[in-house]
């Protein structure tokens, strides 16, 4: 009877673990709330992967809990505009820049179901995502949240991107 009661509590503590675990790998909307930036983000188109805002990206994403995020992304090496006027670039300064950064917020909903949360994007510098919804999944384990956006701007391929939570 002593090793019933031994493995009735190893797998009890067993089932506690692993839901403990799938809770961090599928987020709820209130596990996401904060502050994160960037640590990575990657382009895999037909298994071919390349870093796309170079190697040194920056960026930040807000959620807040009342469900309204807000992000912005760029290269670390976009040049200065020589006339340090932002509507004064030449058009190599223009395309530099919109090429080497993105913006957009708007609000989410999500499902810890399918680990997804669905962005319903309201204003970006890409105007082709305004009035969109992008579903992207997600998976948290501690203060790493790891993404995956199955319709990056590029068109073509699957972005991944790592955040780091901001403390």
Same mark, same amino acid.
């Given at each position: ?5 031994? #493995?009735? #509590? ?5 089932? *506690? ?8 790998? @599928? !987020? ?22 390349? /870093?796309?805002?170079?190697? &040194?990206?920056? %960026?930040?994403?807000?959620? /807040?809990? &009342? ?9 670390? /090496?976009?040049?200065? #505009?020589?006339? &340090? ?12 820049? *919109? ?11 999500? &499902?810890?179901? /399918?680990? %997804? ?8 510098? #890409? ?5 969109? +919804? ?8 501690? +203060?790493?949240?790891?993404? @995956?956006? !199955?319709? !990056? @701007?590029? %068109?073509?391929?699957?972005?991944? *991107? ?6």
């Amino acid at each position: 009877m002593k090793e019933y009661g031994k #493995f009735a #509590f190893v797998l009890l503590v067993c089932i *506690v673990l692993s839901a403990s675990l799938v809770a961090q790998q @599928s !987020p709820t909307a209130k596990q996401l709330v904060g502050t994160w930036k960037m640590v990575s983000i990657t382009l895999d188109k037909n298994g071919q992967k390349t /870093d796309m805002y170079g190697p &040194n990206p920056q %960026g930040i994403t807000i959620v /807040d809990r &009342n469900g309204h995020f807000s992000r912005l992304i760029s290269r670390s /090496d976009v040049p200065k #505009f020589a006339s &340090n006027n932002r509507t004064g670039g030449t058009p190599e300064e223009n395309k530099a820049a *919109v090429q080497g950064s993105i913006a957009y917020y708007g609000t989410y909903t999500c &499902n810890p179901a /399918d680990k %997804g949360c669905t962005l319903h994007i309201e204003g970006c510098s #890409f105007p082709n995502w305004i009035g969109t +919804d992008q579903k992207h999944l997600y998976t948290l384990i501690g +203060d790493e949240l790891r993404e @995956s956006n !199955p319709a !990056p @701007s590029t %068109g073509a391929g699957s972005a991944q *991107v790592i955040w780091k939570r901001v403390r």
